[in-house]
């Protein structure tokens, strides 16, 4: 385990390391030229009861595990507009399974342009060469029979062009983006795994209140895999309509609201085509200022990690956070996760596979720089496939160090 004051003296020696003449320390920043500096450092120690997610029937491996995570963002503006970098590294090292030890590196890009009092463009790009453990993603209900995590490479590019003053009574958002997976392995079962999804759209809003908005978002997505030989290729278009309102009554409730149409077609001809009802739902409730109230759901589809053509998603969370006193908080969330592999022409049923998520933590901010948090996680999933279900637990403690 590391130590939390020898986190605090690596992150005091790599700023000692830079010259005097180039550098001024502000308040949990570094200046550099044009550039704020701002470095953090997140590490925690953790008991997990199921690392390789190995399902109820099966020996489960348990272990300490410790994940140190140092993060930097350069940021500056351009003309007045905002612009940062980012990278953020992540080990996790389990003490009795080194071979689900891993490490993760994230980077990001974003800017937010106003052009004038009616035009303004956002853009981001993401970059990561992550991992999935054992029995999660594509290894779900086999965690025990592979060796090491999957390890995959993945990318974001995306942008919004909106058009609108804030005082005008619509506005109109043009929006598109493309992201790309390529899991590492070369074997055929991972390869026709290897996908890209482009995606372009538009959301209208038109205020019909003094603080509601009618919606209309409409997005279509091209999904392509790289490799689909010796299998009927998963090729889509697919076709999402929402309409709704977003709202904020008072000062303490906002939310949105928006249902719709979902139309995924497949290239290939054995494969059928999909007709749905997808919905985005949000509320957040904050009856005093301490306390606040979230509540969320949605459905769309999702591409498939194993059996199927591909995935009817479901997702419901709702949670807690509270502020006991000026430095002490704390948050609970229950989530549930409905997957529903779809098959097609197959003797089998559709596999429903359902997800519980418990989470709670403790959180205490000792000093403006330093901030703890006991937490606890139950994952406990069932389906519908004898492979696939298990229950896990993780509980334990996390440190911030910031400038």
Same mark, same amino acid.
């Given at each position: 385990?590391?130590?939390?004051?020898?986190?605090?003296?690596?992150?005091?020696?790599?700023?000692?390391? &830079?010259?005097?003449?180039?550098?001024?320390?502000?308040?949990?920043?570094?200046?550099?030229?044009? *550039?704020?500096?701002?470095?953090?450092?997140? /590490?925690?120690?953790?008991?997990?009861?199921?690392?390789?997610?190995?399902?109820?029937?099966?020996?489960?491996?348990?272990?300490?595990?410790?994940?140190?995570?140092?993060?930097?963002? &350069?940021?500056?503006?351009?003309?007045?507009?905002?612009?940062?970098?980012?990278?953020?590294?992540?080990?996790?090292?389990?003490?009795?399974?080194?071979?689900?030890?891993?490490?993760?590196?994230?980077?990001?890009?974003?800017?937010?342009?106003?052009?004038?009092?009616?035009?303004?463009?956002?853009?981001?790009?993401?970059?990561?060469?992550?991992?999935?453990? #054992?029995?999660?993603?594509? /290894?779900?209900?086999?965690?025990?029979?592979?060796?090491?995590?999957?390890?995959? !490479?993945?990318?974001?590019?995306?942008?919004?062009?909106?058009?609108?003053?804030?005082?005008?009574?619509?506005?109109?958002?043009? !929006?598109?983006?493309?992201?790309?997976?390529?899991?590492?392995?070369?074997?055929?079962?991972?390869?026709?795994?290897?996908?890209?999804?482009?995606?372009?759209?538009?959301?209208? &809003?038109? #205020?019909?209140?003094?603080?509601?908005?009618?919606?209309?978002?409409?997005?279509?997505?091209?999904?392509?895999?790289?490799?689909?030989?010796?299998?009927?290729?998963?090729?889509?278009?697919?076709? #999402?309509?929402?309409?709704?309102?977003?709202?904020?009554?008072?000062?303490?409730?906002?939310?949105?609201?928006?249902?719709?149409?979902?139309?995924?077609?497949? !290239?290939?001809?054995?494969?059928?085509?999909?007709?749905?009802?997808?919905?985005?739902?949000?509320?957040?409730?904050?009856?005093?200022?301490?306390?606040?109230?979230? *509540?969320?759901?949605?459905?769309?589809?999702?591409?498939?990690?194993?059996?199927?053509?591909?995935?009817?998603?479901?997702?419901?969370?709702?949670?807690?956070?509270?502020?006991?006193?000026?430095?002490?908080?704390?948050?609970? /969330?229950?989530?549930?996760?409905?997957?529903?592999?779809?098959?097609?022409?197959?003797?089998?049923?559709?596999?429903?596979?359902?997800?519980?998520?418990?989470?709670?933590?403790?959180?205490?901010?000792?000093?403006?720089?330093?901030? *703890?948090?006991?937490?606890?996680?139950?994952?406990?999933?069932?389906?519908?496939?004898?492979?696939?279900?298990?229950?896990?637990?993780?509980?334990?403690?996390?440190?911030?160090?910031?400038?």
């Amino acid at each position: 385990m590391l130590r939390w004051t020898r986190n605090i003296a690596v992150m005091s020696a790599i700023c000692a390391t &830079a010259p005097t003449n180039v550098f001024a320390q502000e308040a949990g920043r570094i200046e550099a030229g044009q *550039f704020d500096i701002i470095p953090s450092l997140n /590490s925690s120690m953790s008991y997990v009861d199921n690392v390789a997610y190995a399902r109820d029937d099966l020996p489960e491996i348990y272990s300490w595990r410790a994940i140190f995570s140092p993060e930097v963002i &350069a940021a500056t503006e351009l003309d007045g507009n905002p612009v940062q970098f980012g990278y953020r590294l992540e080990r996790g090292v389990y003490f009795s399974s080194s071979a689900d030890d891993y490490t993760d590196h994230f980077f990001e890009a974003s800017g937010d342009f106003e052009l004038n009092s009616r035009h303004r463009v956002n853009a981001l790009a993401q970059y990561e060469d992550g991992h999935e453990d #054992r029995g999660t993603g594509f /290894s779900l209900g086999l965690g025990t029979n592979i060796a090491t995590p999957d390890r995959y !490479k993945s990318t974001f590019v995306g942008g919004e062009y909106m058009y609108g003053a804030a005082s005008s009574d619509g506005m109109i958002t043009f !929006k598109a983006n493309r992201q790309t997976l390529d899991y590492d392995r070369s074997e055929q079962a991972y390869l026709i795994r290897d996908r890209v999804i482009s995606r372009a759209g538009a959301e209208l &809003a038109y #205020r019909i209140g003094s603080a509601t908005n009618m919606v209309l978002d409409v997005t279509q997505s091209y999904v392509r895999y790289d490799n689909q030989q010796g299998v009927t290729t998963r090729d889509s278009d697919e076709t #999402r309509i929402l309409v709704g309102v977003t709202w904020e009554t008072t000062a303490a409730t906002t939310g949105f609201a928006k249902a719709g149409y979902k139309e995924k077609d497949f !290239k290939a001809a054995t494969r059928s085509t999909f007709y749905g009802t997808d919905w985005e739902v949000g509320v957040e409730w904050q009856p005093v200022s301490y306390s606040t109230f979230k *509540f969320s759901t949605s459905a769309d589809t999702r591409e498939t990690n194993g059996e199927g053509n591909f995935i009817r998603g479901r997702d419901y969370t709702a949670s807690w956070n509270h502020e006991w006193l000026e430095r002490l908080s704390s948050s609970v /969330s229950i989530a549930k996760i409905d997957d529903e592999y779809v098959l097609t022409d197959s003797v089998l049923a559709n596999r429903d596979d359902e997800l519980m998520r418990y989470s709670a933590a403790l959180n205490y901010n000792a000093r403006r720089w330093l901030s *703890f948090s006991l937490f606890y996680q139950l994952d406990d999933r069932d389906s519908n496939r004898a492979l696939i279900g298990y229950d896990r637990n993780v509980v334990g403690i996390s440190a911030e160090v910031t400038l």
